[in-house]
């Protein structure tokens, strides 16, 4: 049994047919394992079990549950590990997960559904479908935060809406207890941003706070009673909420954090900003909603959105690399032509030891999701991993052109974020330090994270030969493939496009100096901001 201290405050119903309950021993100790299986194949089954159980270990994740839906069936459901390390508690049907910010999507969802009834349109001024104008943007007359650029995360804000926001518990966001506030109450400081909407994309729980609120004020009720009828009632999901009650938290997994070889237990926490990421659900009513996003909105049980709709939601608005990652309506888009295959979803984290991962292939109806009660984001890799199983995927090969090395000069250097307002670039760390160091080691061009040093070195490998601006980041362990891109604009500066989403400008010799300087300290922040 791992070693537990715990501490006060860290910040379908489907028809199964096959089961069979085993125990694995592994770096974990002995640990209860699961696995419902209903028309799934058991060799790759028993891939998918090893897998996990493998990751669980390397991650440091005391429980997991995985579910693969085919066409509108959750033909895999895997139970790992622990609920709750003291009591010996195992994961099982009845656990429930908190999913963090897979909740946004189906925030989008109940939110397209009154754009389907015309009460709105996606570039219409955010601030005319809420209570009062909270968005207050630089230049509103000519270039207003829209209900488009909250959904795509380019509204100009961040993960702060002002800076004596910092001076409240928990950024005042958190419930205490189950005293639920109406939404606006945890909205009511405003969005005033400096960066124009559109210019740049930075994650925004509080985008989809606004959301939240606008849906609200369209429909005249609140958020979490208007997504429980038309969105989970439609779909026949009884249990899952926006808000915690005694039944959910009987069966609520432990949250855990894993410092120092110890599993601390985290408390649980609420969040007010509920359509940003507060949902609570199981396996079995999870695989509800991904049998219904692979089939054009449709369940067994009702239908929440049209197929054209939704094909329009999960479709790239946002990015600057078609070759990367891109972003949909409330929906990453994380490749186009992965492995031959487009691959849409979105990941979860609940700082309270909760994180998540939900995968889609909408045109093959193939869909992988991950719940874990660790915060050590181990459902991000065993998510891929399954997938990659499923999908038959053995590797990336390597690219083996020969790199043009006359520009390697050019883009040497220090690259850090062009638009460093703290409150849109809080998960930068600070807003005068780099992001990103360009070198050449071993006649090797890499790619380092200036705050992790040359041990996080990642080769660049030029991936065509008619495109000598164009990387693959060697990564052993990511998994998936990995690409950097390098622009040079007209203004002479040299940009790198690194995920798709964000680019960082080759930094002149006075921030470079910053950066250096500041290099130590952000080790060891990075730490504690992820």
């Known amino acids: 049994m791992p070693n537990i201290k715990k501490i006060l405050s860290i910040p379908f119903i489907l028809a199964l047919a096959l ?35 493998r990751q ?16 509108d069936k959750l033909v895999f459901a895997g139970y790992f590990g622990y609920a709750d390390i003291d ?29 389907e009834a015309g009460k709105f ?16 943007p630089p230049h509103p007359e000519s270039a207003p935060i829209t209900l488009r650029h909250l959904l795509t995360h380019t509204s100009g804000g961040g993960e702060l809406l002002s800076l004596r926001q910092l001076t409240r518990k928990w950024l005042g966001l958190v419930v205490e207890g189950d005293d639920y506030k109406p939404l606006e109450y945890y909205l009511d400081i405003g969005m005033k941003t400096k960066i124009d909407p559109g210019v740049k994309w930075a994650y925004s729980n509080f985008g989809f706070g606004y959301l939240g609120l606008a849906l609200e004020t369209i429909v005249g009720e ?36 894993y410092e120092e070889g110890e599993y601390r237990e985290a408390p649980h926490k609420a969040y007010g900003i509920t359509s940003a990421g507060n949902v609570y659900t199981n396996i079995e009513e999870m695989a509800l909603y991904v049998a219904a996003m692979l089939n054009g909105g449709a369940g067994r049980h009702g239908t929440v959105i049209k197929p054209e709709t939704l094909s329009m939601v999960m479709k790239t608005h946002y990015t600057l690399d078609e070759k990367q990652n891109g972003w949909g309506l409330g929906f990453g888009v994380y490749g186009n032509d992965m492995w031959g295959h487009r691959v849409v979803g979105h990941s979860g984290s609940v700082p309270f030891g909760y994180t998540s991962m939900m995968l889609l292939v909408p045109e093959e109806k193939i869909g992988v999701f991950v719940f874990s009660n660790s915060w050590t984001y181990s459902p991000k890799p065993i998510g891929w991993g399954i997938l990659k199983i499923v999908l038959g995927v053995n590797g990336e090969p390597l690219p083996e052109t020969q790199p043009k090395r006359e520009i390697w000069p050019d883009l040497v250097g220090y690259y850090g974020p062009e638009h460093r ?20 080691v071993n006649d090797d061009l890499v790619l380092i994270h200036t705050w992790k040093g040359k041990d996080k070195a990642r080769k660049l490998l030029q991936v065509a030969q ?23 604009m007209g203004n002479g500066k040299m940009y790198l496009v690194h995920d798709g989403l964000n680019e960082y400008v080759k ?9 250096v300087l500041a290099a130590p300290i952000c080790k060891h922040l990075s730490k504690l901001i992820p």
Do not use: C
């Open 19 to 53: 089961i069979h309950i085993t125990v694995a021993t592994g770096d974990q100790g002995t640990m209860p394992t699961k696995i419902a299986l209903d028309g799934f194949d058991e060799t790759t089954a028993a891939r998918v079990e090893q897998f996990v159980k």
């Open 56 to 71: 669980m270990a390397l991650h440091h994740s005391p429980g997991i549950a995985a579910g693969i839906v085919k066409g």
């Open 87 to 115: 009591s010996a508690r195992p994961v099982d049907e009845k656990t429930i997960f908190r999913i963090g910010s897979i909740s946004k999507t189906m925030t989008t969802v109940g939110l397209m559904q009154q754009w």
């Open 121 to 136: 349109k996606l570039d219409d001024d955010a601030n005319k479908y809420l209570p009062q104008p909270y968005m207050d």
């Open 222 to 257: 609140p958020f979490h009673e208007y997504q429980k009828k038309n969105l989970f009632d439609r779909l026949g999901m009884k249990i899952t909420s926006y808000r915690h009650n005694d039944e959910i938290l009987e069966n609520l997994v432990t949250g855990y954090q």
């Open 421 to 440: 307002d703290l409150k849109t670039d809080m998960r930068l760390l600070m807003k005068s330090v780099g992001k990103f160091r360009v070198a050449v």
């Open 466 to 488: 008619d495109d000598p601006y164009f990387f693959m980041v060697a990564d052993a362990k990511s998994p998936v493939p990995l690409y950097a891109r390098f622009k040079k």
């Open 507 to 515: 930094m002149g010799p006075v921030r470079k100096a910053k950066t």
